[in-house]
């Protein structure tokens, strides 16, 4: 299984962009699947999440109506819609995957399992 971010690109303050984590012979109904941000010099920072069998969508307060997670099953492939960005967006944006467990209430309860590379988002003008 595998998990690969990509979509990061320099943007302007108030723009919008789609970062898209292609995911690898995992099910989405197994699998819940994350997105994490990290600045350099800072701790990972948890952003948004989605689980099918959960089910559970989450969100970091700091991005709770800007940014919008969605699962394309067709595609294999999870977006993380971000809109009105600004310059505390900016990060490396990773997105992971964990398999979940019974009775399992949130995304995080326990650890990711697959991990992708950092898509960096700059956010800057």
């Known amino acids: 299984g595998a998990a690969r971010g990509v979509g990061g690109a320099l943007v302007q303050p108030g723009a919008s962009l789609r970062l898209s984590c292609l995911v690898i012979g995992l099910r989405f109904d197994e699998y819940a699947i994350a997105w994490y941000r990290q600045v350099p010099g800072k701790e990972l920072e948890r952003i948004s999440c989605?689980?099918?069998?959960?089910?559970?969508?989450w969100y970091e307060n700091s991005v709770k109506g800007r940014f919008t997670i969605a699962s394309d099953n067709a595609r294999n492939t999870v977006y993380l819609e971000m809109n009105n960005l600004k310059p505390e967006d900016t990060a490396a944006y990773h997105c992971a995957a964990g398999r979940t467990r019974p009775y399992q209430r949130w995304c995080f309860d326990y650890g990711m399992d697959y991990w992708g590379k950092g898509t960096p988002v700059t956010v800057s003008g």
């Open positions: 989605i689980s099918e069998s959960i089910p559970n969508i």
